[in-house]
Nanobody, 123 residues
Framework: QVQLVESGGGLVQDGGSLRLSCAAS????????VGWFRQAPGKEREFVAF????????YYADSVKGRFTISRDNAKNTVYLQMNSLKPEDTALYYC????????????????WGQGTQVTVSS
């Protein structure tokens, strides 16, 4: 069993930065692939980025490539999402998710989810 708690969201101006954290409990977290997803009001939950269990591979949605960076510290059971050059269209509820198999951009592939942290980017 893995429990996830996101933090670090907030209100930021266009062009600003935030770092989200996904803190996990559970002995298997260090072997889990982790993804970040986001959901804006009235829209489907969409993929943002994922990272493999050891941090060796990462992958990003085109909409955030070059602006967001996913990383992890397995000693701290935490995955991060550094978000730079934020835009109003990045406004959403951000979720982290984990799965014990390899990473996937599909939200349906993930078994464990956090409750989300709100990111609002003002223009």
């Amino acid at each position: 069993q893995v429990q996830l708690v996101e933090s670090g969201g907030g209100l930021v101006q266009d062009g600003g930065s935030l770092r989200l954290s996904c803190a996990a409990s559970g002995r298997t977290f260090s072997s889990c692939a982790v993804g970040w997803f986001r959901q804006a009001p009235g829209k489907e939950r969409e993929f943002v980025a994922f990272i493999t269990w050891n941090g060796g591979n990462t992958y990003y949605a085109d909409s955030v490539k070059g602006r967001f960076t996913i990383s992890r510290d397995n000693a701290k059971n935490t995955v991060y999402l550094q978000m730079n050059s934020l835009k109003p269209e990045d406004t959403a509820l951000y979720y982290c998710a984990a799965r014990t198999s390899g990473p996937s951009p599909s939200r349906y592939a993930y078994r464990y989810w956090g409750q989300g942290t709100q990111v609002t980017v003002s223009s």
